[in-house]
């Protein structure tokens, strides 16, 4: 199974400023069709997981624009521009391009 | 609106079965493969099993960790998805969620249905 490691896993932050959260897999993350198959998912206290990014930086619809992704290979990066009250939560990156899909161990981003 | 609703869990004393019902709406469920995942309290989100869509032949898989104890089943005229749990153990007490997956990303994901487990 493709490993997944976040860091950090507690992100303590201020209203207003920057956060940025780091995901490395243990192997290419590019399928045979060239997509990378790297997800990103905010879950809410006492909330089920939500889908903010997939394919690495491609935000879902309803998704505020201060979330972006980037990243290639092994190494993506998940940020948000100024965080707000509302993005209190664990975030979670997830590969799809092997079966099992795999978890990073999440990111618990508190104000 | 797509919804996924879980319904069908509660406490069971080791050893016990449960059966899991997952509805979908909003979306066309059958050309999704299907998912349950799960979270144990305050843990991470782990892979149950998966029921893939027609196309790829209803196949189905399993965790290691639920093989041979739990079965997933689909029914794609009644738009749902099933965990039979049997043989139950204290480790398998968690939320599980249903997931929906198109093509390397869960798209959509329940509301969740807490198993406990527990004497």
């Known amino acids: 199974d493709i490993l997944m490691a976040q860091s950090p896993l507690s992100l303590p932050v201020t209203l207003g400023q920057p956060a940025s959260i780091s995901c490395r897999s243990s192997q290419s993350l590019v399928f045979r069709d060239g997509n990378t198959y790297l997800n990103w998912y905010q879950q809410r206290p006492g909330q089920s997981p939500r889908r903010l990014i997939y394919k690495v930086s491609n935000r879902d619809s309803g998704v505020p624009d201060r979330f972006s992704g980037s990243g290639s290979g092994t190494d993506f990066t998940l940020k948000i521009s100024r965080v707000e009250a509302e993005d209190v939560g664990v975030y979670y990156c997830?590969?799809?391009?092997?079966?099992?899909?795999?978890f990073g161990q999440g990111t618990k981003l508190e104000i | 609106e797509v919804r996924l609703v879980e319904s069908g869990g509660g406490l069971v004393q080791p050893g016990g079965s449960l059966r899991l019902s997952c509805r979908a709406s909003g979306f066309t469920f059958s050309d999704y493969n299907m998912d349950w995942v799960r979270q144990a309290p305050g843990k991470g989100l782990e892979w149950v099993g998966r029921?893939?869509?027609?196309?790829?032949?209803?196949?189905?898989e399993y965790a290691a960790s639920v093989k041979g104890r739990f079965s997933i089943s689909r029914d794609d005229s009644k738009s749902s998805l099933y965990l039979q749990m049997n043989s139950l153990r204290t480790e398998d007490t968690a939320v599980y969620y249903c997931?929906?997956?198109?093509?390397?990303?869960?798209?959509?994901w329940g509301q969740g249905t807490l198993v406990t487990v527990s004497s």
């Open positions: 029921n893939w869509r027609k196309v790829d032949s209803y196949t189905i």
């Open positions: 997931a929906g997956d198109y093509f390397g990303s869960y798209e959509f």
């Open positions: 997830m590969q799809g391009v092997q079966r099992p899909y795999t």
